[in-house]
């Protein structure tokens, strides 16, 4: 009986010694940024504020959602619109993410304060500039130090990661492999974490809509864009592999992308919040969360970089309709 308790003891510390519980990482990530048409400013694309409306319908509404699921998310803040606007409406949603315990980034739009459109469009001591003003930015108006940036249009080049790691940050999130951007003609396709000369690299998740043979047609995963089929989908798949990261794309303005509330996108987000919830294998996380955990080995799952989930012709043919008019 004794070798007999002894086997059993066994088993149970062996069983309690080791996380079985595999998880895919969700991230839900926002670009925090105005449009860059007639309906485009900080007041109407960041805080919501519409005219002939009571209720804030952009960052203070998503915070409010995430409030309802004791859920947190990253947001990508692009500082540099206060060459147009000033900063008042910038530092009040910075100092608004932060003290509701939410994850604040540093998003690049450069155009407005540098001039050109893109971060790849500069050189590597120009980026560095840009690069450390925003993280100064962020720094004066939060106290906070960023660690995490992606860029506008994803144009990051390898200039951007080489001046990341420079100004002391670790993670990037301007690769997906839906987006043909400086990163993917540098050969970078991934679809999940990877280093890239000691950066680690968070790429926006991508699926296949329509795949023939070994071509796809790939899109990004986009609270807005994507339909919330779709969105579980890959959800799903990503679990069934034991992928590290689904990173879900949003916009801060796609909440009032025409001058008016759309409470469609706010309940789409309560869908996935609460689908992701109720996931055994699901765990969601801010950017700030899953490096800190990378950094410490605590990641229970398996980088699939060339796994890409595909959702199929009924799927966009849904998407579709369910999109008409919506430009």
């Given amino acids: 009986m004794k ?15 080791f996380d079985v519980s595999a998880s895919t990482n969700v991230m839900l990530t926002v670009d925090v940024e105005s449009l860059k048409h007639k309906y485009g400013n ?9 005219n002939g409306y009571d209720e804030a319908y952009g960052v203070p509404k998503i915070l409010d959602i995430l409030d309802e699921y004791d859920a947190k998310a990253t947001f990508y803040l692009n500082v540099y619109e206060l060459s147009k606007f000033g900063d008042a409406e910038l530092r009040e ?49 939060t106290g906070n130090t960023v660690i995490a940036h992606r860029a506008g249009r994803y144009m990051a080049d390898l200039n951007t990661l080489k001046a990341l ?8 999130s301007s690769l997906s492999p839906a987006i043909w951007s400086p990163l993917n003609q540098a050969g970078y396709t ?18 296949a809509q329509i795949q023939f043979g070994t071509w796809k047609s790939l899109r990004i995963v986009e609270m807005e864009s994507s339909s919330l089929m779709e969105i579980k989908h890959v959800l799903s798949s990503l679990a069934d592999q034991n992928a590290c ?25 309560r869908a996935v919040l609460s ?19 990378y950094r410490q080995q605590r990641l229970d799952c398996t980088p699939s970089p060339a796994f890409v989930p595909h959702t199929g012709m009924l799927m966009t043919y849904l998407r579709s309709w369910e999109r008409i008019g919506d430009g």
């Fill in 165 to 172: 790691k420079i100004i002391g940050l670790v993670s990037d």
């Fill in 93 to 141: 949603i910075a100092n608004e993410i932060v003290q509701r315990s939410q994850d604040l980034q540093l998003h690049t739009h450069p155009m407005t304060m540098y001039g050109k459109w893109n971060m790849s469009d500069f050189d590597l001591p120009k980026q560095i500039e840009i690069l450390q003003t925003g993280k100064g930015l962020i720094k004066e108006w």
């Fill in 42 to 50: 900080p007041r109407a694309n960041i805080l919501g504020q519409l």
């Fill in 190 to 207: 991934e679809n999940d974490i990877l280093e890239i000369d000691g950066l680690l690299e968070i790429p926006v998740t991508s699926f």
């Fill in 275 to 293: 689908f992701v919830a109720g996931h055994p294998d699901l765990e969601m996380l801010t950017t700030e969360e899953f490096v800190e955990a």
């Fill in 3 to 17: 070798g007999a308790h002894f086997t059993v003891l066994l088993i149970v510390t062996i069983v309690l010694s």
């Fill in 245 to 269: 990261i689904a990173n879900i794309m949003a916009h801060s303005f796609s909440f009032t992308r025409y001058g008016e509330p759309d409470p469609r996108i706010g309940n789409k987000m």
